[in-house]
């Protein structure tokens, strides 16, 4: 049974840092595709950022060059590092994973949240501006 367990949110001034953190529990990372997933208020789920089984990444335009995501295999923990926070990234942040081996599936699923059955409870970042 997979767990997942979001933590590291919080309230930050614009332009500052967050690195959040999900601890993962029945996940095989050499199958396991992760992400990262937001919410905001009235607006629909969004990816953010996913990592494939080879290490391989996709980031969303909005966070590019700004958010680096990351997976420590050895402490079952993935990792969303958020620099140069602005206040629109202000939402539920959720860590994800499936069973996808093939990594262009994994890249390709950013885009569907759809594709990931397990998730986290979510970890909530308030950017002020």
């Known amino acids: 049974q997979v767990q997942l367990v979001e933590s590291g949110g919080g309230s930050v001034q614009a332009g500052g840092s967050v690195r959040l953190s999900c601890a993962a529990s029945?996940?095989?990372?050499?199958?396991?595709?992760m992400g990262w997933f937001r919410q905001a208020p009235g607006k629909e789920r969004e990816g953010v950022a996913v990592?494939?089984?080879?290490?391989?990444?996709r980031y969303a335009d909005f966070v590019k060059g700004r958010f680096t995501i990351s997976k420590d295999n050895a402490k079952n923990t993935l990792y969303l590092q958020m620099n140069s926070l602005k206040p629109e990234d202000t939402a539920m942040y959720y860590c994800?994973?499936?069973?996808?081996?093939?990594?262009?599936?994994?890249?390709?699923?950013?885009?569907?949240?759809?594709?990931?059955?397990?998730w986290g409870q979510g970890t909530q970042v308030t950017v002020s501006s």
């Open positions: 029945g996940v095989t990372h050499s199958s396991y595709c």
């Open positions: 990592i494939s089984t080879i290490g391989t990444t």
């Open positions: 994800a994973a499936d069973e996808m081996y093939y990594a262009p599936r994994c890249l390709a699923a950013m885009s569907r949240g759809t594709d990931f059955d397990n």
